[in-house]
């Protein structure tokens, strides 16, 4: 009886953990979200509709992010066009917004207290980069950062997009 219970549950399939459809975000329509912003008022993505949207998931406590983060500063200087957004998931959005403050970073930014955001977007790891097209679709992802590479892979994406955008 043992032998043959095995035998049929391994003749079964077995359930994923993270279903394949929802393993990217690639492709599809960007979850959207209204989140509390630094200039006292709200960011709500889907009212960016029609602009490409830089969103960038960072944290006071990571390191990789204090170094990503001027860089996004200047690269959203290059790209006026295109709206950039530095989502804070501290939990205390006083940590980040200290952490800007010493910085003299001069960027729009969400604070995620909750992580409502960012468990929309599954980011595992911190930074976490999606660029968003003008219709709403999610069109890039990048996961880290080094010094060495910068934001090399999100401006040739951002470039690619923005010239096909000019046509």
């Not at 006292?40 to 949207?53: D, P």
């Not at 970073?105 to 599954?122: G, H, Q, S, T, W």
Request: with cysteine.
């Amino acid at each position: 009886m043992l032998f043959l219970s095995l035998l049929l549950a391994s003749s079964t399939p077995m359930p994923e953990m993270i279903p394949m459809d929802h393993k990217t975000l690639l492709g599809r329509t960007a979850p959207d979200f209204e989140l509390k912003d630094n200039k006292g008022g709200t960011f709500t993505l889907s009212k960016k509709r029609g602009k490409h949207v830089v969103i960038a998931f960072w944290a006071s406590w990571c390191g990789p992010c204090q170094d990503e983060l001027p860089q996004l500063v200047l690269l959203s200087k290059r790209y006026p066009k295109v709206h950039f957004i530095a989502v804070d998931v501290d939990r205390n959005p006083a940590a980040g917004r200290r952490m800007l403050e010493r910085m003299k970073l001069k960027i729009p930014v969400a604070f995620d207290p909750e992580n409502k955001a960012l468990a929309r977007y599954d980011v595992a790891s911190m930074p976490t980069s999606y660029i968003i097209d003008p219709k709403g679709t999610v069109k890039f992802r990048k996961v880290g950062y080094n010094k060495k590479d910068g934001l090399t892979q999100l401006e040739n994406a951002l470039a690619a997009m923005t010239r096909k955008g000019r046509k």
